[in-house]
Protein backbone atom coordinates (compact mmCIF):
# COMPACT_ATOMS: atom_id res chain seq x y z
CA UNK A 1 0.00 0.00 0.00
CA UNK A 2 1.32 3.92 -1.00
CA UNK A 3 -0.38 5.86 1.47
CA UNK A 4 0.39 10.09 0.78
CA UNK A 5 0.32 11.98 4.34
CA UNK A 6 -0.18 15.93 4.64
CA UNK A 7 0.29 18.32 6.90
CA UNK A 8 0.70 21.81 6.52
CA UNK A 9 0.39 22.77 10.09
CA UNK A 10 2.48 20.59 11.92
CA UNK A 11 6.43 20.49 12.15
CA UNK A 12 7.62 17.19 10.35
CA UNK A 13 8.57 15.73 13.03
CA UNK A 14 5.44 15.64 14.71
CA UNK A 15 5.16 12.69 16.99
CA UNK A 16 1.74 11.36 16.48
CA UNK A 17 2.50 11.63 12.54
CA UNK A 18 5.74 10.75 12.16
CA UNK A 19 6.74 8.91 14.94
CA UNK A 20 3.84 6.78 15.84
CA UNK A 21 1.62 6.45 12.32
CA UNK A 22 3.97 7.04 9.81
CA UNK A 23 6.69 4.95 11.56
CA UNK A 24 3.69 2.20 12.00
CA UNK A 25 3.03 2.03 8.55
CA UNK A 26 6.50 2.22 6.80
CA UNK A 27 7.45 -1.14 10.01
CA UNK A 28 4.19 -2.71 8.48
CA UNK A 29 6.00 -2.96 5.13
CA UNK A 30 4.08 -0.13 3.49
CA UNK A 31 4.99 2.96 1.22
CA UNK A 32 4.65 6.36 2.36
CA UNK A 33 5.11 9.42 0.28
CA UNK A 34 5.10 12.42 3.39
CA UNK A 35 4.53 15.72 2.58
CA UNK A 36 5.09 18.60 5.11
CA UNK A 37 6.69 22.30 5.71
CA UNK A 38 9.81 20.55 5.96
CA UNK A 39 11.83 23.78 4.52
CA UNK A 40 9.23 26.47 6.78
CA UNK A 41 10.49 24.45 9.84
CA UNK A 42 14.31 23.96 8.84
CA UNK A 43 13.60 20.25 9.12
CA UNK A 44 14.68 17.43 6.62
CA UNK A 45 12.79 13.87 5.19
CA UNK A 46 13.64 10.98 7.15
CA UNK A 47 15.25 8.44 5.14
CA UNK A 48 12.51 6.07 5.77
CA UNK A 49 10.11 8.03 3.64
CA UNK A 50 9.86 10.00 0.51
CA UNK A 51 9.67 13.39 1.27
CA UNK A 52 7.56 16.14 -0.25
CA UNK A 53 8.14 19.85 0.92
CA UNK A 54 5.00 22.47 1.02
CA UNK A 55 4.44 25.62 2.37
CA UNK A 56 3.73 26.26 5.82
CA UNK A 57 0.11 27.51 7.40
CA UNK A 58 0.69 30.38 9.41
CA UNK A 59 -1.71 32.16 11.09
CA UNK A 60 -3.56 34.00 8.14
CA UNK A 61 -1.03 32.74 5.56
CA UNK A 62 -2.78 29.54 4.44
CA UNK A 63 -4.21 29.83 0.87
CA UNK A 64 -0.75 29.22 -0.45
CA UNK A 65 -0.31 26.04 1.88
CA UNK A 66 -3.84 24.54 0.56
CA UNK A 67 -3.29 25.08 -3.12
CA UNK A 68 0.35 23.61 -3.23
CA UNK A 69 -1.14 20.16 -1.15
CA UNK A 70 -4.29 20.54 -3.34
CA UNK A 71 -1.97 20.27 -6.38
CA UNK A 72 0.19 17.55 -5.28
CA UNK A 73 -2.97 15.70 -3.83
CA UNK A 74 -4.06 16.14 -7.99
CA UNK A 75 -0.79 15.00 -9.39
CA UNK A 76 -0.43 11.91 -6.69
CA UNK A 77 -4.17 10.44 -6.65
CA UNK A 78 -3.35 8.29 -9.10
CA UNK A 79 -0.04 6.80 -7.68
CA UNK A 80 -1.45 5.75 -4.13
CA UNK A 81 -3.88 3.90 -2.32
CA UNK A 82 -4.52 6.24 0.15
CA UNK A 83 -4.35 9.19 1.37
CA UNK A 84 -3.93 10.72 5.28
CA UNK A 85 -4.59 14.23 6.11
CA UNK A 86 -4.03 16.03 9.60
CA UNK A 87 -5.11 19.56 9.01
CA UNK A 88 -8.90 20.73 8.79
CA UNK A 89 -7.31 23.10 6.36
CA UNK A 90 -6.27 20.16 4.24
CA UNK A 91 -10.02 19.44 3.87
CA UNK A 92 -9.89 22.17 1.36
CA UNK A 93 -7.30 20.62 -0.85
CA UNK A 94 -9.04 17.46 -1.39
CA UNK A 95 -12.36 18.90 -2.02
CA UNK A 96 -13.86 18.13 -4.98
CA UNK A 97 -11.19 16.05 -6.75
CA UNK A 98 -12.21 13.83 -9.11
CA UNK A 99 -10.93 10.47 -9.26
CA UNK A 100 -9.24 10.57 -5.73
CA UNK A 101 -8.00 7.21 -3.45
CA UNK A 102 -9.79 7.08 -0.20
CA UNK A 103 -8.63 10.12 2.15
CA UNK A 104 -8.23 9.78 5.91
CA UNK A 105 -8.92 13.15 8.27
CA UNK A 106 -7.06 11.98 11.30
CA UNK A 107 -8.67 14.58 14.14
CA UNK A 108 -6.53 15.13 17.10
CA UNK A 109 -8.04 18.43 18.09
CA UNK A 110 -11.16 20.44 18.49
CA UNK A 111 -11.08 22.62 15.56
CA UNK A 112 -14.18 25.42 17.02
CA UNK A 113 -12.73 24.94 20.16
CA UNK A 114 -9.53 26.20 19.21
CA UNK A 115 -10.08 29.42 17.53
CA UNK A 116 -10.63 30.86 21.14
CA UNK A 117 -6.23 30.22 21.50
CA UNK A 118 -6.11 32.05 18.09
CA UNK A 119 -4.64 35.70 18.76
CA UNK A 120 -4.47 36.58 14.75
CA UNK A 121 -8.13 35.55 14.42
CA UNK A 122 -10.27 39.01 15.63
CA UNK A 123 -13.03 38.23 17.98
CA UNK A 124 -15.89 39.15 15.83
CA UNK A 125 -15.09 36.64 12.99
CA UNK A 126 -14.65 34.02 15.24
CA UNK A 127 -18.26 32.78 15.71
CA UNK A 128 -18.61 32.81 11.61
CA UNK A 129 -15.51 31.08 11.53
CA UNK A 130 -16.85 28.51 14.50
CA UNK A 131 -19.98 27.74 12.59
CA UNK A 132 -17.88 27.37 9.14
CA UNK A 133 -15.40 24.58 11.15
CA UNK A 134 -18.23 22.39 12.15
CA UNK A 135 -20.21 22.95 8.63
CA UNK A 136 -16.61 21.83 6.98
CA UNK A 137 -16.20 18.65 10.06
CA UNK A 138 -20.00 17.57 8.75
CA UNK A 139 -19.01 17.59 4.88
CA UNK A 140 -16.06 15.47 5.81
CA UNK A 141 -17.64 12.91 7.49
CA UNK A 142 -19.97 12.26 4.75
CA UNK A 143 -17.30 11.84 2.24
CA UNK A 144 -13.96 10.75 4.23
CA UNK A 145 -13.11 8.24 6.25
CA UNK A 146 -12.59 9.43 9.42
CA UNK A 147 -9.65 9.08 12.45
CA UNK A 148 -10.06 10.05 16.18
CA UNK A 149 -7.47 11.27 18.31
CA UNK A 150 -9.77 11.12 21.76
CA UNK A 151 -13.24 9.51 22.92
CA UNK A 152 -14.31 12.56 24.16
CA UNK A 153 -14.35 13.37 19.87
CA UNK A 154 -17.44 11.53 19.09
CA UNK A 155 -20.05 14.04 20.59
CA UNK A 156 -18.85 16.39 17.25
CA UNK A 157 -19.96 13.51 14.88
CA UNK A 158 -22.98 11.61 14.01
CA UNK A 159 -21.48 8.00 13.26
CA UNK A 160 -19.35 6.30 15.40
CA UNK A 161 -15.45 6.59 13.91
CA UNK A 162 -12.38 4.54 14.86
CA UNK A 163 -10.37 6.12 17.99
CA UNK A 164 -6.43 6.01 17.61
CA UNK A 165 -5.34 7.28 21.37
CA UNK A 166 -2.23 9.77 21.53
CA UNK A 167 -0.51 6.64 22.95
CA UNK A 168 3.39 6.80 22.91
CA UNK A 169 6.42 4.36 23.12
CA UNK A 170 7.12 3.59 26.30
CA UNK A 171 10.88 2.15 26.78
CA UNK A 172 11.62 -1.00 28.64
CA UNK A 173 13.39 0.58 31.29
CA UNK A 174 13.42 3.76 32.50
CA UNK A 175 16.08 5.51 35.03
CA UNK A 176 15.12 6.55 38.56
CA UNK A 177 13.60 10.21 38.72
CA UNK A 178 16.67 12.51 40.12
CA UNK A 179 16.11 15.78 42.74
CA UNK A 180 17.30 18.72 40.77
CA UNK A 181 15.61 19.03 37.61
CA UNK A 182 11.66 19.40 36.67
CA UNK A 183 11.06 19.48 32.76
CA UNK A 184 7.90 20.34 30.46
CA UNK A 185 7.77 18.84 26.59
CA UNK A 186 5.55 19.98 24.26
CA UNK A 187 4.38 23.81 22.85
CA UNK A 188 4.70 26.40 24.66
CA UNK A 189 2.57 29.73 24.93
CA UNK A 190 0.35 31.58 27.57
CA UNK A 191 -2.73 28.97 27.09
CA UNK A 192 -0.11 26.29 28.37
CA UNK A 193 1.26 27.55 30.93
CA UNK A 194 4.84 29.36 29.89
CA UNK A 195 4.01 32.25 32.74
CA UNK A 196 3.37 30.26 35.42
CA UNK A 197 6.43 27.87 34.53
CA UNK A 198 8.81 30.89 34.46
CA UNK A 199 7.84 31.99 37.94
CA UNK A 200 7.74 28.12 39.45
CA UNK A 201 11.74 28.49 37.40
CA UNK A 202 12.25 31.85 39.46
CA UNK A 203 11.01 30.47 43.13
CA UNK A 204 12.50 26.74 42.62
CA UNK A 205 16.42 28.61 41.84
CA UNK A 206 16.78 29.41 44.77
CA UNK A 207 16.78 26.40 46.26
CA UNK A 208 18.96 24.44 43.17
CA UNK A 209 16.29 23.04 41.06
CA UNK A 210 16.48 23.85 37.28
CA UNK A 211 13.64 23.86 35.16
CA UNK A 212 13.91 22.63 31.69
CA UNK A 213 11.32 23.48 28.64
CA UNK A 214 11.75 21.76 25.68
CA UNK A 215 9.40 22.98 22.88
CA UNK A 216 8.47 25.70 19.82
CA UNK A 217 7.47 28.47 21.47
CA UNK A 218 4.54 30.84 19.69
CA UNK A 219 5.88 34.50 18.67
CA UNK A 220 4.04 35.84 21.90
CA UNK A 221 5.86 33.63 24.00
CA UNK A 222 9.63 33.63 22.31
CA UNK A 223 10.61 36.93 23.94
CA UNK A 224 9.40 35.91 27.97
CA UNK A 225 11.50 32.83 27.17
CA UNK A 226 14.55 34.75 25.85
CA UNK A 227 14.70 37.09 28.88
CA UNK A 228 13.87 33.50 31.52
CA UNK A 229 17.47 32.36 29.31
CA UNK A 230 19.08 35.43 29.64
CA UNK A 231 18.79 36.04 33.10
CA UNK A 232 19.60 32.55 34.40
CA UNK A 233 15.92 31.47 35.38
CA UNK A 234 15.78 28.42 33.49
CA UNK A 235 16.68 26.33 30.24
CA UNK A 236 14.99 26.11 26.68
CA UNK A 237 15.80 24.10 24.09
CA UNK A 238 13.48 25.12 21.43
CA UNK A 239 11.82 22.34 19.12
CA UNK A 240 13.61 18.95 19.32
CA UNK A 241 12.56 16.17 17.15
CA UNK A 242 10.52 13.39 19.24
CA UNK A 243 12.83 10.86 19.42
CA UNK A 244 15.13 13.08 20.97
CA UNK A 245 13.76 15.10 23.25
CA UNK A 246 11.94 12.04 25.21
CA UNK A 247 16.03 11.05 25.82
CA UNK A 248 15.68 14.48 27.92
CA UNK A 249 12.76 13.25 30.18
CA UNK A 250 15.04 10.46 31.88
CA UNK A 251 16.15 10.94 35.17
CA UNK A 252 13.70 14.26 35.51
CA UNK A 253 12.17 15.29 38.97
CA UNK A 254 9.09 15.90 37.90
CA UNK A 255 7.11 16.56 34.72
CA UNK A 256 4.76 19.71 33.79
CA UNK A 257 1.38 20.39 32.46
CA UNK A 258 0.32 23.50 33.00
CA UNK A 259 -2.78 23.79 30.70
CA UNK A 260 -5.30 26.92 31.27
CA UNK A 261 -8.95 25.86 31.43
CA UNK A 262 -9.79 26.34 27.97
CA UNK A 263 -12.52 24.75 25.87
CA UNK A 264 -10.03 22.82 23.77
CA UNK A 265 -8.18 21.36 26.42
CA UNK A 266 -10.89 20.41 28.60
CA UNK A 267 -11.96 16.97 27.29
CA UNK A 268 -8.37 16.38 25.32
CA UNK A 269 -5.72 14.12 27.19
CA UNK A 270 -2.76 15.59 27.20
CA UNK A 271 -0.28 13.70 25.91
CA UNK A 272 2.56 14.76 27.33
CA UNK A 273 1.27 13.60 30.80
CA UNK A 274 1.28 10.13 29.09
CA UNK A 275 5.05 10.86 27.77
CA UNK A 276 6.20 11.71 31.64
CA UNK A 277 4.84 8.42 32.91
CA UNK A 278 5.99 6.28 30.16
CA UNK A 279 9.88 7.74 31.16
CA UNK A 280 9.03 7.58 34.96
CA UNK A 281 8.67 11.19 35.81
CA UNK A 282 5.82 12.05 38.09
CA UNK A 283 3.10 14.22 36.90
CA UNK A 284 2.50 18.22 38.45
CA UNK A 285 -0.98 19.07 35.89
CA UNK A 286 -3.42 21.83 36.37
CA UNK A 287 -7.15 20.64 37.25
CA UNK A 288 -7.88 19.61 32.63
CA UNK A 289 -10.49 16.88 33.73
CA UNK A 290 -8.66 14.45 31.27
CA UNK A 291 -5.47 15.05 33.09
CA UNK A 292 -6.88 15.02 36.68
CA UNK A 293 -8.47 11.58 35.53
CA UNK A 294 -5.29 9.90 33.99
CA UNK A 295 -3.43 10.97 37.28
CA UNK A 296 -5.34 10.34 39.78
CA UNK A 297 -6.45 6.85 38.46
CA UNK A 298 -2.77 5.75 38.44
CA UNK A 299 -1.28 7.89 41.43
CA UNK A 300 1.05 9.24 38.82
CA UNK A 301 1.80 12.48 40.20
CA UNK A 302 0.17 15.68 41.76
CA UNK A 303 -2.74 17.97 40.61
CA UNK A 304 -2.06 21.64 41.00
CA UNK A 305 -4.51 25.17 40.87
CA UNK A 306 -4.83 26.66 37.45
CA UNK A 307 -2.24 29.58 37.13
CA UNK A 308 0.09 28.65 40.56
CA UNK A 309 3.15 29.00 40.12
CA UNK A 310 4.06 28.48 44.11
CA UNK A 311 1.80 25.79 43.89
CA UNK A 312 4.03 23.88 41.71
CA UNK A 313 6.88 24.57 43.33
CA UNK A 314 5.99 23.43 47.03
CA UNK A 315 5.15 20.35 44.86
CA UNK A 316 8.61 19.92 43.01
CA UNK A 317 10.24 20.58 46.30
CA UNK A 318 8.03 18.15 48.47
CA UNK A 319 9.14 15.61 45.87
CA UNK A 320 12.52 16.54 46.18
CA UNK A 321 12.49 15.76 49.38
CA UNK A 322 10.97 12.58 49.33
CA UNK A 323 12.50 10.06 48.00
CA UNK A 324 10.19 7.27 48.44
CA UNK A 325 7.30 9.11 47.26
CA UNK A 326 9.21 10.14 43.93
CA UNK A 327 10.39 6.83 43.42
CA UNK A 328 6.69 4.91 43.88
CA UNK A 329 5.01 7.54 41.89
CA UNK A 330 7.51 7.13 38.95
CA UNK A 331 6.81 3.48 39.39
CA UNK A 332 3.15 3.39 39.24
CA UNK A 333 2.96 6.07 36.54
CA UNK A 334 5.66 4.11 34.25
CA UNK A 335 3.87 0.65 35.06
CA UNK A 336 0.36 2.19 34.19
CA UNK A 337 2.24 3.71 30.78
CA UNK A 338 3.34 0.32 29.96
CA UNK A 339 -0.10 -1.86 30.27
CA UNK A 340 -2.35 0.89 29.05
CA UNK A 341 -0.52 3.59 26.94
CA UNK A 342 2.22 1.51 24.61
CA UNK A 343 1.58 3.00 21.22
CA UNK A 344 2.46 -0.64 19.32
CA UNK A 345 -0.52 -2.16 21.00
CA UNK A 346 -2.53 0.94 18.92
CA UNK A 347 -0.60 0.65 16.25
CA UNK A 348 -1.71 -2.70 14.61
CA UNK A 349 -5.01 -1.08 14.48
CA UNK A 350 -4.21 2.21 13.04
CA UNK A 351 -2.72 0.18 10.38
CA UNK A 352 -5.63 -2.18 9.70
CA UNK A 353 -8.28 0.65 9.60
CA UNK A 354 -6.00 1.93 6.83
CA UNK A 355 -5.77 -1.33 4.80
CA UNK A 356 -8.87 -1.71 4.83
CA UNK A 357 -10.17 1.59 3.64
CA UNK A 358 -7.69 1.18 0.82
CA UNK A 359 -9.05 -2.30 0.03
CA UNK A 360 -5.64 -3.61 0.72
CA UNK A 361 -5.14 -7.20 2.14
CA UNK A 362 -2.65 -7.33 5.27
Known amino acids: MHVLVMTVVHHPEDARILHRQIRALVDAGHEVTYAAPYTARGAVPRSWVTGVDLPRAAERRRVTAVRAARRLFKSMRGRVDLALIHDPELL ?50 RHLHLLLAETAYTGRFRKPHPVVPNDTWVPDTVSPP ?86 NYRHSMPTKIVEYMAHGVPVITTPSP ?62 GHLEEWAGVKS
Open 178 to 263: GDDRVVYLGWLSEARGVHEAVEAARILQRHKVTVELIGYADPRTRPVLKEAVEQGILEWRDFMPNDEALKRLDGALAGLSLLHDEP
Open 290 to 351: RAVELVERYRSGAVVPWRDAEAIARVVLRLRDDAVERAETSARGYAAARANHHWPNSAPRFV
Open 92 to 141: LAVAGVRKRPPVVWDVHEDTPATLSLKPWLPAFLRPPVRFLARLMEATAE
